[in-house]
């Protein structure tokens, strides 16, 4: 990334002015320009004062859209290819298609061998993903910038050549894949199924939006996979697909790759823009559903307008002021006084519709109904229109309109991602100027004027979610029913009615391009002081955009209270996101988002951590607010209330969940009667008994500079930075030092404790033991090397069997884990009901086979490139920097450290490798904890000859 400096104020002047928003050329000038025989489509250069993202943008002559980001900042690229598909393309009775093709551009094509593209990717150094919605599908790549070819390789192989690989079989597991991800994500979830009942209701039968992205499930049972295919040949030619390269690129080499790799798949059938879908209610539409929660809640959604159009802007500035935070009116009317315990507004935004969505969840100890809430948010909307909107209502707004601009300039992939949407949805890549002048540009009375258009008076779907068997609470009996969906006569396509498009490439694609040296990577240059106060302080500039990031690190976490006060220092971290002694918490929400600025307080086992992100212009006045919330927090009783009967009411909740349920367990059994077998945020007996007496008394004696770290990387040289932090003058005193004692706890090895979850869709298993503590170049980070190719990416030996062989999950894994008091290793996924006992044999058999027999040579050389090659990554974004240079501060580390790694990681042997297996993966010496329906478990894990403990948290 180039450093560059922008202000929204003057977005906003040049917006009025007659500035050609494309460099300073004419169209004639762009179109006469030419790389590497292609014609410049259009063209836009960093300029001062400028918001744009520079780019060149050219078509092949199949309708492929390209668009190159030159950015030399580090060696690597980010490629994104996106296609104009997503759900809403979908037809009635075959819903789901979108996304499933998400799943299987990653099972192989015609040259890329079955399971490979992960790993062809994650042993580049790389990382990569895909993900669907209502509109488009994207899949992209970041890698070191030598391994660009091979990407273009494998992204144009499954756009050209991908059919003859879809195989029933394959079709049949990823349908079982996708089951899975349906149960982790929606059945298995509370609230899970919300949306998917709110669109149903709010959209008409038809509708693109009336199905969920990930598809009915009765849809993908009665298909095929020609189905699957015909669906493909209409949608995911290159003339309906943009691919954004962003990097350390040469511009002309690159088209040049792109063209050779690209240019000859056939164009698919004229794709054209889809019409807007807008929806009107002609009533309330009130409906309800039971579920497995803790807590009700209400869900209002309006109709209103479509992406990018005119009122979209004013209408996300109407869901802030309804509903954005501690300023906003549903915070002053229903969470600040305990009626609710959670309430927000927003307002989403899709290519064909968007919507206004309204929730609260209510506090039992309130005694408000659902419909008690729903009274309270109309009369919320009603007095928004006495209060009116005020001039910090826009200023917060187009603050962080500008912060997040700024913010999402930090990355290549941010950049990338940004360029590629505004293209598939605007045609123009430089839509980001229009946006923010359209969010500058709103006037009080555009706020006004929109909620009279689309609010007031206008009907809603208005859904309660209750626990089952509690009917009786809803808000409001049930006055509309979802229809049965009408189902058209489905004839499965066969393949003699595909019309296939056969690519023909002049060169041999059937070979993999290699990939060049690897550019080197620069480990950050930092500076490190000592304040007077105590407080070490590690830095590193970073000038690609005018922000500074800052993390400090306060040893005051988990392990510092009492077993009996577990959660003690999580309520004190909440209470720093309440008032101080001179500001409300709702001023001081206001001022620092008129500031453009983020600050989070949050705790884990050893620290309380202060996370900051600002634009640099506005670092003094930002630090100033932090040392106020730190220095003088109010400690008000009645904040403390609310403080503490939320987190009461989410221990409630989470045990709704099977994720939460076992990871509690599990620490609970591996840990005993101590500080680290009690979640970091307490249970209902420990936090029942703190009081504000409690928290004031911890915070006085852990709340302290010496013994505290600070790491920041900013755009600022070390001397600005060192007067920032003069915010911090004023504090005093030294942390205690830590008095830990966690006792070695006898297990009933190879026990299976069940924890029941009635009805649960998926069972959650989790195996494992206590082990070694947190290293950087010792024992533990070794064998970290040594589970990669068990259980430490996506092409491990446990993933690939329960997920990709069997089906049997939407992911597997396993992992060393610790700090530097903690440690132990566990493998876990979240797995299909019916198939909990099969899943567990097969961890079983995976750890047992890999402890046994070791690593291969081929998963050796495998892990050596994965890691060693993905540098280039480690550095890019001041958040990566910030963690890297957190790691030095906490482990006492020189730089080199990096050079030590990469030689063991270069160095380490397969025998090496096998000893550490050997020793750390003895099935026998682990638990296993598994979270779902006990009645039906239970007989089929003892059929399994497994001790089973019936186990409760």
């Known amino acids: 990334m180039k450093a560059w400096k922008i202000s ?3 977005a906003a002047l040049l917006s009025g002015c007659d500035v050609p928003s494309k460099s300073q050329n004419t169209e004639q000038q762009v179109a006469a320009q030419e790389i590497a025989g292609f014609k410049i489509l259009d063209q836009v250069n960093a300029e001062p004062g400028k918001t744009a993202i520079p780019y060149k943008k050219f078509k092949l002559d199949n309708g492929l859209t390209v668009i190159l980001h030159q950015d030399d900042s580090d060696p690597l690229v980010h490629v994104d290819v996106t296609y104009h598909v997503g759900s809403g393309r979908e037809d009635i009775g075959k819903s789901g298609f979108a996304h499933f093709f998400e799943h ?51 992204e144009s192989d499954r756009m050209g050549y991908l059919l003859d690989a879809v195989t029933q079989e394959k079709f049949e597991v990823q349908r079982e894949t996708v089951k899975n991800e349906r149960g982790q994500r929606v059945d298995n979830r ?17 509708h693109p939006y009336s199905w969920p992205v990930i598809g009915y499930m009765e849809d993908l049972n009665r298909v095929n996979v020609n189905d699957l295919k015909a669906f493909f040949l209409r949608w995911y030619g290159p003339n309906n697909a943009t691919i954004t390269i962003g990097g350390d690129i040469d511009e002309a080499k690159t088209l040049e790759l792109v063209n050779k790799y690209f240019g000859s798949i056939p164009k698919g059938p004229e794709v054209k823009m889809p019409e807007k879908a807008p929806v009107t209610l002609d009533a309330d539409r009130y409906i309800s559903m039971e579920d497995n929660v803790h807590l009700p809640l209400l869900y209002m959604s309006y109709p209103t307008v479509h992406i990018r159009h005119e009122d979209e ?19 002053k009317n229903l969470v600040k006084n305990q009626f609710a315990v959670q ?57 962080n309109m500008e912060a997040s601009f700024i913010f999402g300039l930090q990355s290549v992939s941010g950049k990338v991602s940004q360029l590629a949407s505004n293209e598939i949805f605007t045609g123009n890549p430089n839509y980001i100027e229009k946006d923010i002048a359209r969010y500058a540009n709103v006037t009080k009375a555009d706020v006004m004027r929109v909620y009279k258009e689309y609010i007031k008076g206008k009907h809603a779907v208005i859904m309660s979610v209750v626990p089952k068997g509690k009917l009786d609470t809803i808000a409001h009996e049930d006055t509309y029913v979802t229809p049965e969906r009408t189902i058209p006569e ?24 290699t990939a060049g040296a690897n550019k080197p990577v620069d480990v950050p240059e930092m500076w490190q002081v000592t304040t007077t106060n105590g407080l070490s302080v590690l830095g590193a500039q970073s000038i690609e ?72 212009k506005n670092l003094d006045k930002t630090l100033a607010l932090v040392n106020e919330k730190l220095m003088n927090p109010a400690f008000d009783e009645a904040e403390f209330a609310r403080v503490k009967n939320n987190v009461l009411q989410q221990f409630n909740n989470a045990k709704k969940d099977a994720g939460y349920l076992a990871s509690t367990a599990y620490a609970q059994i591996l840990f005993g009667d101590s500080i680290a077998g009690v979640p970091s945020d307490g249970n209902e007996a420990t936090v029942a008994n703190i009081t504000l007496a409690d928290v004031k008394a911890f915070y006085a004696k852990h709340i302290k500079p010496k013994g505290s770290q600070l790491i920041v990387v900013s755009d600022l040289p070390q001397a600005s930075i060192n007067k920032s932090l003069s915010a911090f003058a004023k504090w005093k005193g030294e942390a205690p030092k830590l008095e830990l004692n ?39 980070y070794k064998a970290s090397l040594m589970n990669f190719a068990l259980g430490g990416a996506f092409n491990s030996r446990i993933n690939l069997n329960l997920r990709e062989d069997k089906g049997y999950t939407y992911g597997a894994r396993s992992r060393f884990w610790g700090d530097k008091n903690t440690g132990g290793y566990t493998a876990s996924a979240e797995v299909r009901a019916d198939a909990t006992d099969k899943s567990i044999e097969e961890f079983v058999k995976e750890i047992s086979t890999y402890q046994a027999s070791g690593i291969t040579p081929e998963e050796l050389n495998f892990m050596r490139l994965a890691i060693n090659q993905g540098d280039a990554l480690k550095y890019e974004t001041p958040r990566a920097k910030l963690g890297f240079l957190a790691q030095i501060l906490e482990h006492d580390l020189a730089p080199t450290f990096v050079d030590t790694r990469n030689e063991i990681v270069a160095g380490i042997s397969q025998k090496e490798i096998n000893e550490l297996a050997k020793k750390h993966l003895i099935i026998n010496d682990m638990i296993m904890v598994v979270v779902g329906g006990a009645k039906t478990l239970k007989p089929k894990l003892e059929a399994m000859d497994l001790k089973v403990v019936d186990y409760s948290i």
Request: net charge negative; glycine share 6%.
């Open 8 to 10: 929204l104020v003057a």
């Open 104 to 154: 299987m551009m990653f099972q192989g094509s015609e040259n890329v061998a079955d399971e490979e593209h992960f790993k062809i990717i994650t042993e580049a150094g790389g990382t990569l993903n895909g993900t669907t919605n209502t509109d488009r599908t994207n899949y992209f790549e970041t890698v070191p910038a030598n391994q660009l070819e091979k990407m273009l390789w494998l």
């Open 190 to 206: 509370p609230y899970g199924r919300l949306n998917e009942r709110v669109s149903a209701a709010l959209y008409p039968e038809g």
């Open 313 to 331: 802007a004013p209408m996300d500035i109407l869901a802030e002021i309804l509903g954005g935070g501690k300023t906003s009116l549903l915070y």
């Open 343 to 399: 309430a927000s507004v927003s307002h989403p935004c899709s290519e064909l519709a968007c919507t206004l969505n309204m929730f609260a969840l209510p506090n039992p100890a309130a005694g408000k109904s659902l419909a008690d809430l729903e009274k309270i948010i109309r009369d919320s909307m009603t007095e928004f229109e006495t209060r009116g909107v005020l001039d910090d209502d826009l200023l917060k707004v187009k603050a």
């Open 490 to 513: 489905l004839k499965n396509a066969t393949a003699d009615d595909l019309n296939v498009r056969v690519a023909k490439s002049n060169f041999d694609r059937s070979t993999m391009p």
């Open 545 to 616: 955009t005018p922000t500074t990031s800052m993390l400090i690190k306060i040893p005051a976490g988990h392990f510092y209270e009492s077993k009996e006060q577990a959660g003690l220092s999580n309520l004190l971290a909440s209470m720093f996101a309440e008032s101080t002694t001179q500001r409300s918490a709702e001023d001081m929400s206001k001022e620092l988002r008129k500031l453009g600025s983020n600050v989070y307080i949050s705790e884990d086992n050893n620290y309380i951590n202060v996370n900051v992100n600002a634009l640099s």
């Open 742 to 780: 966690l006792p070695a706890v006898e297990l009933d090895k190879g026990t299976v404790y069940l924890v029941n979850k009635d009805n649960a869709a998926q069972s959650a298993i989790r195996i494992g033991k206590r082990g070694l503590t947190q290293d950087i170049t010792g024992e533990f």
